[in-house]
């Protein structure tokens, strides 16, 4: 039985050097040896980056390998198992909430939903330019990080600086080629699947029902969510609460938009049902999770 923990946990304790870690991101460098293989249920995002060596595993049961110059990506609520690796085998990893990986990409989430849900591509090579222009990012990056800790800023510059290489890495995904055309038989689904979530990431009423946007899409209700749990894992109502939770949180913490501008936006009826609504996913009012 496969246990919900992080990649940090299946690793050796004396070879894990943790070099970043907040609410929403685990960073982990200077990865060489792992503990017995057991299977594990990730809650997280995860990508790895291959330094060295060769390594192979499953997601899901589905047989994946990587070697040197190659990043393995992973939604959450999968499992790993089957882990096979060379002598020399070294990387690095990181683990991110997806609720920042929507506030990192916003628009453009609709290309890393596709490779993860729809493509299922867990594996993407790089070239040497590629290597050498993440290599000057992740210098950067430490280089920020190793800042003293009360350094003004800090969190928000390394937020950035992910931000940007999330966002070539989503560019990388979608150049010619890498968005290769779906299985047999999941043509359908997988195009249904991937316009609900371009009208999720596009319009900016998100507080809707399922049936509003089963609706827009000449579908039922119940087949939309049947197509979005086979596709994901999740239903379209829990892909409506992560879209609203994430555009209350951008609204309210980043733009100096009104209580009831942001309420109207999102197509709540009024700023007290908005308010409700903030209270019961946030655990605080929408002025409190203003101020955070």
Known sequence: MSEEIYLHQIVRDENVSE???????????????????????????????????KGQGSINGVPISIRRNQVAVCPPNVTLSDFMISPDFEFKAMFFT???????????MSVWNEVMYIQHMHVVTMEEKDIEYYTHFY??????????EQTPYRTEVVQALLRAAFL??????????????????????????????????????????????????????????AVCKKSSGKTAGQWI????????????????????????MLGFPNTSFFGKYVKEHFGMTPLQLRQT
């Open 19 to 53: 070099v970043y870690s907040d609410d929403d991101i685990v960073i982990i460098d200077n990865v060489r040896k792992l503990v017995e293989p057991t299977p594990a249920r990730l809650q997280m995002n995860m990508l790895v980056i291959c330094t060295s060596g």
């Open 98 to 108: 997806t609720r920042i990986l929507q506030s990192f990409l916003r628009e453009k």
């Open 139 to 148: 210098e950067m990056l430490l280089l920020c990080i190793r800042q003293d």
């Open 168 to 225: 070539a890495l989503c560019g990388r995904m979608s150049q010619k080629g890498m968005l290769s055309a779906l299985p047999p038989g999941k043509q359908s689904a997988g195009n249904l699947f991937q316009r609900f979530l371009h009208l999720l990431s596009s319009d900016m009423v998100k507080h809707r029902t399922v049936e509003s946007f089963a609706s827009e899409l000449c579908i039922s209700a119940k087949y939309l969510s």
């Open 241 to 264: 609460t992560e879209h609203v939770m994430e555009e209350i949180r951008y609204q309210l913490c980043h733009t100096d938009h009104t209580l009831k501008q942001v309420s109207s």
